[in-house]
Structure formats: C-alpha cells, structure tokens
C-alpha cells in the first residue's frame, strides 16, 4: 500500500518547499491538474528533478489524444499519467500502450462516472496499473466521499491496483484502509495541517501497520 500527496492548490516552488517537508513518508508525489493547467508539465519536470527518489503522478486527466499527451508526461518526468474513465475506450487504450512503451503507468480516474462497478470492470480489461474512485473537491464540500465506492470497485477489479482520492484526512484513514486500497491519495489532509510532517508520518505508519498486519 502506498501513500501520494495530491498538490492542486500551489506553484512549483511551493510544491518542492512542502514535499521537502513530507518526502521521508510518502511515495507518490501528484502533480494536481490546477497545477498542469497554471504551470504545464515544466512544473511535472522540476519536481522530478527535485525529488528523483520518488515516483511523480501528472494528474493530466486526459480526455483525447491520450498517447501523445502520455509521451509528453514521461518526456517531463512523470511515472504515472491519469486519464479519465469517461474517456472513449480507444484513448484509454491508446494512453496504456504508449505507456507499457516507455514502462511508465496509467491511472484512470472514475471522477463522474455514474456506474462505477460497470466501467471498473471495463477498464480493468484494458490493462490499465491503477484506478481511482475520486471525490472531487465540489462533492466534498457537500460532504460526500468515496469510500463505499472503493469497497464496489474491489468486488470486480481483478488486474488493476486500486486507489481511493478525495477528502481522506488522519481521522478518515483507519475507515479507508478497512478496504485495503493499493494506494491512498491525500491532499489537503497533509497540505493544509500546521505540522504537515507529523501528520504524514502518522499516516504513513497506519498504512505500513495495515500492510503488514
């Protein structure tokens, strides 16, 4: 099981300055789609740069031309590309070849999807490394969140590594991990604490208590 700290809300130095603070107790660094938008991928690249050790998810959430935009990623330094379920198979398909290419993996994004079950399960087909039920930060603020999603996915997906992101804080993990994610996506639960290292840390040790239990 893995820990990814998802940063949407910062610049590229605010990025380096807080992963410094967290790296020792995460695995994934996300490279938030505000962040893609405002900066492009030149911002994928200089975290990479900064923290080789670690893997770098660019958070593209793509749509279309899905190879191009994969190649494009692991040319700056991403290990891991998001593309969105709601995507036309073909780009979906296109996106894991272009990866499986260049050894770097494809996570799909359930961000919308109304039949999580149905699409999981397609999508799993295609060979894709991760997918992701997501609350996305305008359901959270209506207090939803995905984790009896994660416990729909896990009953179909039979290849892919599963993944859980939205609104998990250090209270919220115990119930998350009660599913047994492969990875666990964290945002503002790290970002936005006072002592955001303790915070990872406790986290963290959670996850290797879970783990290994």
Request: glycine share 6%; net charge negative.
């Amino acid at each position: 099981m893995e820990l990814q700290l998802a940063l949407d809300l910062v610049n590229t130095e605010e990025a380096i300055k807080l992963v410094e603070e967290v790296k020792d107790y995460i695995d994934i660094i996300e490279i938030g789609t505000p962040v893609v938008k405002i900066e492009g991928l030149q911002a994928v690249k200089a975290v990479k740069e900064a923290f080789p050790q670690l893997q770098v998810l660019a958070d593209m959430k793509t749509m279309d031309a899905a190879g191009y935009e994969v190649l494009k990623a692991a040319e700056h330094g991403a290990d891991i590309v998001t593309i969105l379920a709601v995507a036309e198979d073909e780009s979906i398909k296109g996106a894991v070849a272009e990866a499986k290419k260049l050894g770097k993996k494809i996570l799909i994004d359930l961000i919308a999807v109304k039949d999580i079950a149905k699409r999981a399960k397609e999508v799993d087909e295609m060979g894709v490394d991760y997918i992701c039920v997501h609350t996305g930060y305008d359901l959270q603020a209506k207090g939803q969140n995905s984790f009896k999603d994660l416990e729909t996915i896990k009953s179909v997906v039979k290849n892919a590594k599963t993944a859980i992101a939205g609104g998990i804080k250090l209270e919220t993990l115990p119930e998350v991990l009660k599913s047994n994610p492969d990875l666990v996506i964290v945002g503002g639960g790290i970002a936005n604490q006072d002592n955001k290292k303790a915070v990872a840390a406790k986290m963290q040790e959670l996850i290797k208590q879970k783990t290994f239990a």
